[in-house]
């Protein structure tokens, strides 16, 4: 429903986009994961004296002024002002929209609107939102100044700090901090500890209010943009999402990616962007949301101290040109190399935000599009076998009319066929209308996705004021659920029929080019098919973990968490990658996403209809270390959910009528996987790296396609009962539930007992590299230099160490720092980011520790960066001169920058188990690999306790010999050779130039 995501974050999970019609049906189409938004259980909004009730509810809905525009809130109650005595300035209340002893939602005598909201978290999310983005950018639109100005804004020098300053606060209070353009907003966020509630609200209130936009910033950031664009233009999904738009939109500026256009931005200036951010940064169109474990007034205040002084500014303008109706089909088709599956959407134009339709397209999306049990689901991919995937949604945007859209990746030569099938079953709804079943499963998924997306402080605070800016209701969620549960079938077949109309009908195909080798011969292909809630006010107590041996082989792990209603399953066993070679590779993979396609009790369909009946999910999967089986449900389907749960561990049947549809699927993973730079990079190391010792960590999950192919229904239900179940086990279930009933039902049901356990796979020579002497000297010997020719634009390095890391093992705390103090931890920082970042060499740069499992099968510390074919050899020189330095003396790596880099550690993992599953997938994980289901509890600990010497200690011992390769279209320019490098002396870096990374504009 919401605004079209144009800030990509790239990292490893940004990339995966929501892709069914449950998640996406009131979401962003390339959404970060803590801005996802979904829908919730209803609650009371306004907790006010009846008198006031009516007044403040107008300024709270949809229907009223408040819709416009955040400040635009025109009536109060004298009871709900808050004295001012001792208030001075601009940071008086003029009024109250909501105010209860857990929120209070206030608007400012400068128009500034502050949401406040006590959750029960240990994490605080301070949030700014500036009511401008891409579409609202008049005269300078195509210059992507929204997004320009926010990697400005955030960090930069303001009138309270500079950006030396800034940085130096930030990393204070944990570094963890984002910024986002979408169409219609930019935000920005940190997310820290309650006690550091005042400095994250005082950062990013003057971040928005104060910029300077210095020219020597200005002249940074627009290099990191202009590498953006360049990253954006080897990027398939990003290609084809540019399409959709520019198909759907002839005016409106929605055609116009909000990163902008690279030859338009080379023509700005830093005065058109400083104009800009005067223009529209000014306290009557900004919104500022907190929610943390924190007295809402006590929050307010904290706001209120730091905007005193900005006066409010001229209206911002949001008037944008209407786009025409859509009077006949449209079609348009583009080639990508190296794509493997094509991708193709079918979207038809419906209706904004604030449309009463918008509950019967929603849900409409969901049944069709939202779940394994979904209508096109089970017909196009299941039983036609045309597409890999397909999904559905209805993107209503606030600021114009949207599309109910088909999102379809599938094998080219089978477009026309898809889009046919596709367009019949929209006939089919038209005149058959959606069976009750399937709209009460429907109805369940929104439910139950909006619980799943409401567990952290920061999805709290993010969805109350985005729902704030795009419909003046800061509940339009809860709201949107009970509106949700009125629709009826009728309705639903109504807006079917009133929508699907074939001469509306827009077609939009992104092909591999080695299928469509031209554009003409592209268009051929389509010319045929292309018809011309709120949280608990209470602190909730959570009890600890506890542990029960079920048997000597199977450690069940519970754990009552009563935060949210809840409930995770989790089951592990020792394995994965690491019980395949060269022939198996690929088989676990397989097997485990066959688990779901029917048990002997029931088939695929049945399996899929269920979870979707309670809104809940399942999956299984392979991983390097292990195998996984994880579902979720509510607290009150814990009972049946486990039933079903159990059936699908102890009785999966791999028949063979769906072995088939899933190879193909599999395929076509394989068949793409090199379309995406950092994949291709990746794939190519972990061969160069592990291959020579005959490491299994050589190999990608997926496999090979001439594996997969091959294999059998009776290989994969001999790998299954021969490998992957009979091994030690840990199942963990944490939620809303008694541990004590937890025991009760599993005991019932046992997964996957067994008598005979299999030991994990023998463990393989070391690197022999890894065993060198530690140099005297800083400095790093490259044993290998390998080179792979791509057809990407950018070219992808990864540089891996010999540092034989293991889990568990005690030499991942010092590494851990240094990886931080080189790269940041999560966020980027530290030497490599600050140096290659700062001179406009990439677009991303990061390291990583991927331990091994155990010593006979160690992993190694890797650094990655995504730059162009022509600045290879400069970042290769940039990362191996900055990791020996963690080698050098205290002056050379900055103590304070250790010390610094210890807090960034703790606070982003503190940040990371806030949810059942994240605690559970913890605790199981460490208990299964023989650590104790509470070793994680002293992670933090053990991080303050490394010392500056151990850093550079196992630096000299096991970051001092590496491989190097390079994924890159110009193998020609690499000219990075083999040998030792020593360092006496480091160049300069200056460690506190950014303190916010940013997600890649769309």
Not at 231 to 249: C, L, Q, W
Not at 595 to 614: H, L, M, N, P, Y
Not at 726 to 738: Q, S
Not at 980 to 992: D, H, N, P, Q, W
């Amino acid at each position: 429903m919401n605004t079209r995501i144009v800030c990509l974050a790239l990292a490893v999970a940004f990339s995966a986009s929501c892709q069914n019609a449950g998640s996406k049906s009131r979401s962003a189409a390339k959404l970060p994961p803590a801005e996802t938004k979904a829908v919730g259980k209803p609650s009371k909004a306004l907790d006010v004296p009846p008198a006031e009730e009516a007044a403040v509810a107008k300024s709270a809905s949809p229907s009223s002024a408040a819709a416009t525009a955040p400040a635009a809130a025109t009536a109060a109650s004298p009871e709900l002002l808050q004295s001012t005595a001792d208030m001075a300035g601009y940071g008086v209340e003029r009024f109250r929209i909501v105010s209860s002893p857990d929120e209070v939602i206030a608007v400012l005598s400068n128009g500034t609107t502050v949401i406040c909201k006590r959750v029960s978290s240990p994490a605080v999310s301070v949030r700014g939102y500036c009511y401008t983005g891409g579409v609202f950018e008049g005269k300078w639109l195509g210059g992507g100044l929204s997004h320009l100005l926010e990697h400005l804004v955030a960090g930069g020098s303001n009138e309270k700090r500079t950006e030396a300053e800034n940085r130096d606060l930030l990393q204070k209070i944990g570094n963890d901090s984002n910024a986002y353009t979408t169409d219609d907003h930019t935000a920005y966020f940190i997310n820290t500890t309650t006690e550091h509630m005042e400095s994250a609200v005082d950062l990013v209130c003057n971040w928005m209010l104060g910029a300077k936009i210095t020219p020597e910033e200005y002249r940074r950031e627009y290099l990191v943009v202009q590498r953006e664009l360049e990253m954006g233009k080897g990027e398939p999904d990003s290609v084809f999402y540019y399409m959709t738009a520019a198909n759907r939109f002839r005016v409106s500026p929605a055609r116009i990616p909000v990163i902008g256009y690279q030859e338009v931005i080379q023509g700005l200036s830093r005065d058109d962007v400083y104009n800009y951010f005067k223009l529209a940064y000014v306290p009557n169109n900004l919104v500022f949301s907190v929610a943390g474990d924190i007295d809402p007034e006590k929050m307010l205040a904290a706001v209120k101290q730091q905007v005193k002084h900005a006066k409010p500014g001229r209206d911002f303008s949001r008037d944008i040109p209407a786009e025409p109706k859509v009077v006949s089909p449209r079609s348009m088709v583009g080639t990508f190399p190296g794509l493997g599956q094509a991708k193709l959407q079918l979207a038809m134009p419906t209706v904004q935000l604030q449309h009463e339709d918008l509950y019967a397209l929603d849900l409409l999306a969901t049944a069709l599009g939202g779940g394994e049990s979904s209508i096109f689901t089970e017909v196009l991919r299941d039983k036609k076998e045309l597409v890999s995937s397909v999904s559905v949604m209805s993107w209503t945007p606030s600021y114009t009319d949207g599309s109910f859209q088909i999102d379809i990746e599938l094998d080219a030569a089978k477009v026309p066929q898809a889009t046919e099938a596709a367009l019949e079953l929209l006939e089919k709804v038209k005149s058959d209308g959606i069976d009750e079943q399937r709209l009460v499963r429907a109805k369940t998924q929104l439910r139950a996705n909006h619980i799943r997306n409401m567990q952290t402080a920061e999805a709290v605070a993010s969805l109350m004021a985005t729902d704030f800016i795009t419909t003046g209701d800061p509940h339009f969620a809860s709201h949107y659920v009970e509106r949700i549960e009125k629709v009826n079938a009728d309705q639903v077949k109504a807006v079917a029929k009133k929508y699907f109309n074939g001469q509306r009908l827009l077609t939009t195909a992104l092909l591999p080019t080695e299928f469509a080798p031209t554009l003409p011969k592209a268009e051929q292909l389509l010319r045929p098919v292309s018809p011309a809630t709120t949280q608990p006010s209470e602190k909730a107590s959570d009890g600890q973990i506890v542990k029960i041996d079920l048997d000597e082989n199977t450690v069940l792990l519970a754990r009552r968490i009563t935060t949210t209603p809840l409930v995770v399953m989790q089951l592990y066993t020792l394995g994965g990658l690491t019980a395949e070679d060269e022939k198996t590779n690929g088989l676990g993979n397989l097997t485990m996403q066959m688990v779901s396609r029917g048990t002997k009790a029931r088939s695929a369909q049945q399996v899929a209809e269920f979870w979707d009946s309670i809104g809940g999910d399942f999956d299984a999967s392979c991983g390097n270390n292990s195998w996984s089986w994880t579902a979720s449900c509510m607290r009150e389907d814990f009972a049946k959910a486990y039933d079903a749960f159990a059936d699908l561990v102890n009785n999966p049947t791999f028949p063979d009528a769906e072995l088939q549809p899933m190879k193909k699927r599999v395929l076509a993973q394989i068949q793409g996987q090199d379309a995406d730079w950092t994949n291709q990079a990746f794939r190519y190391f972990k061969k160069t790296y592990y291959g020579p010792s005959n490491s299994p960590y050589q190999f990608m999950a997926t496999g090979t396609a001439a594996n997969v192919e091959a294999f059998t229904a009776e290989q994969v239900k001999s790998w299954y009962a021969s490998q992957v179940t009979p091994r030690k086990k840990v199942i963990a279930v944490f939620g809303d539930i008694d541990p004590k009933g937890v025991e009760a039902i599993v005991r019932k049901t046992p997964l996957a007992r067994t008598e005979k356990i299999v030991p994990n796979r023998p463990g393989v020579a070391a690197n022999a590299p890894g065993k060198g002497a530690a140099p005297k000297v800083p400095g790093v010997t490259v044993e290998k230099v390998a080179l792979n020719k791509t057809e990407q634009a950018l070219a992808g390095v990864v540089v891996g160490y010999n540092a034989e890391s293991v889990v568990g093992k005690p030499e991942n705390f010092p590494i851990a720092v240094g990886d931080t103090m080189a790269s940041g931890y999560q966020y980027g920082s530290g030497y490599l980011y600050e140096i290659l970042r700062g001179r406009g060499l990439v677009y991303v740069v990061h390291g990583q520790n991927s331990p091994g499992l155990n010593d006979s099968l160690p992993g190694t510390f890797m650094v990655y960066a995504g730059c162009e074919p022509d600045k290879v050899n400069e970042v290769i020189d940039v990362i191996l001169e900055n990791i020996a330095r963690l080698q050098g003396s205290p002056q050379d790596v900055n103590v304070d920058w250790f010390n610094r880099s210890k807090e960034l550690i703790v606070v982003a993992e503190a940040l990371d188990n806030q949810t059942p599953a994240q605690q559970a997938t913890q605790a199981a994980l460490d208990e299964l690999y023989g650590l104790g289901y509470t070793w994680h509890q002293r992670f933090a600990d053990n991080i303050r306790a490394v010392k500056l010497d151990d850093v550079r200690d196992i630096a000299a011992r096991r970051l001092s010999r590496c491989v190097v390769t390079v994924s890159t279209p110009k193998p020609d320019l690499v000219t990075t050779r083999e040998g030792t490098r020593e360092y006496k002396a480091f160049s300069a870096v200056e460690l506190t130039p950014r303190g916010i990374q940013h997600d890649a504009g769309k």
